[in-house]
Every structure is written in structure tokens, then in C-alpha cells.
């Protein structure tokens, strides 16, 4: 099939109990594994029990494995924010990325809502947009 289309996903979810934050190591090997097969890239971030996500490559790549995520009982309330064709990756050097904010809370605060349970959850699509700009400025490139 051709599929020349570059497709970026972006969705927020909240992490279930399934989902333990200490083995996302150990779960990324194999996760990156399956996104360079489909040629799929992007980035994770987890914040306070909250997910965001971007997921670019190819429309079908994209599509099987958002619908596989969306299944996954270590998170729910998924909202996919936006699904449009883009004209070059934001963050096609990862595999897929990972940023614990946790770790490193102030660097999301600034686009977050204070206070709220699940800050990645309440972003709307165009904080999320400001929020991954930047980043891409952080990481370069
Ligand atoms: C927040 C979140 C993000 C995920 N991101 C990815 C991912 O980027 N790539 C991936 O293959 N699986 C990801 N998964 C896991 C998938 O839902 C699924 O468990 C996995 O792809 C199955 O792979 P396996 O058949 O190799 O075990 C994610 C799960 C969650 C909860």
C-alpha cells in the first residue's frame, strides 16, 4: 500500500492502578521496538497520573497503534486531541521519547492548570501544541 502520508496523533489519557511509572523503563524497550517497525516515532510524557502522548509517522502505522492504546487498561478517559496530516515530524528522532514530569514538574507547569488532578488530561489541544513546541526547542533540533 502507499502510504505517504505523514499523520501526527496527539491524545491525553489517565493512568490507571495497571499502570506503574517505576517499570516504564523495562515497558519502552519493547514499545519503541514496535513503533520502528511501523516507522512510528514521537513522545510520552507522564505527569501526576496524567498521559500525554504524540504519535507521527505513516497514517496506517499511526492508526494500529493508537487503536491498540486505546484498549490498554493502564490508562483511561482518553481524549485524542487532534489527528491531522503534518508536513514533517516534530519529534522523528525517538522511537518514542519519554519525559517523567514528575521528575522534572517545572518544566510543564507553565502550560498546565495548577492544582488539578491529572494536569496532562485538561490540556486543550492548542496547550498541548505550545506545550510539545517547545519541547521540540528543548530537544533540540
Ligand atoms: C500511555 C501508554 C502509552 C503506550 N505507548 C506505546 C507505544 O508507543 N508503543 C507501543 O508499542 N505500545 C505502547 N503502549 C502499550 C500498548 O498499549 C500495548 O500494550 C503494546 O503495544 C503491546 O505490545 P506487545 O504486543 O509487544 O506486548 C502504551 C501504553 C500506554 C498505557
Redesign the pocket.
Known amino acids: 500500500m502507499n502510504d505517504t502520508t505523514l499523520l501526527q496523533a496527539i491524545y491525553v ?1 489517565r493512568a490507571t492502578p495497571d ?1 506503574a511509572a517505576s517499570s516504564i523503563h523495562a515497558l519502552l524497550t ?2 519503541r521496538a ?2 520502528a517497525a511501523l516507522n512510528v516515532t ?1 513522545i ?1 510524557f507522564y505527569y501526576r497520573n496524567s ?1 500525554l ?1 504524540v504519535l507521527e509517522g505513516p497514517g496506517t502505522g499511526v492508526r494500529k ?1 493508537l487503536d ?2 486505546l484498549d ?1 487498561g ?2 483511561a478517559d482518553i481524549a485524542v486531541l487532534t489527528t491531522e496530516s503534518v508536513p514533517a515530524k516534530l519529534f522523528g528522532e525517538w522511537s ?1 521519547g519519554y519525559v517523567d514530569a514528575d521528575a522534572a514538574g517545572n518544566l510543564v507547569d507553565e502550560y498546565v492548570t495548577p492544582g488539578v488532578a491529572c494536569p496532562l488530561l485538561a490540556l486543550s489541544a492548542s496547550d498541548a501544541k505550545r506545550m510539545l513546541a517547545f519541547f521540540r526547542t528543548v530537544a533540540g533540533g
Open positions: 489519557s499502570f519493547g514499545w514496535n513503533n514521537g510520552l498521559f502522548q497503534q491498540i492504546f490498554d493502564r490508562h518514542m
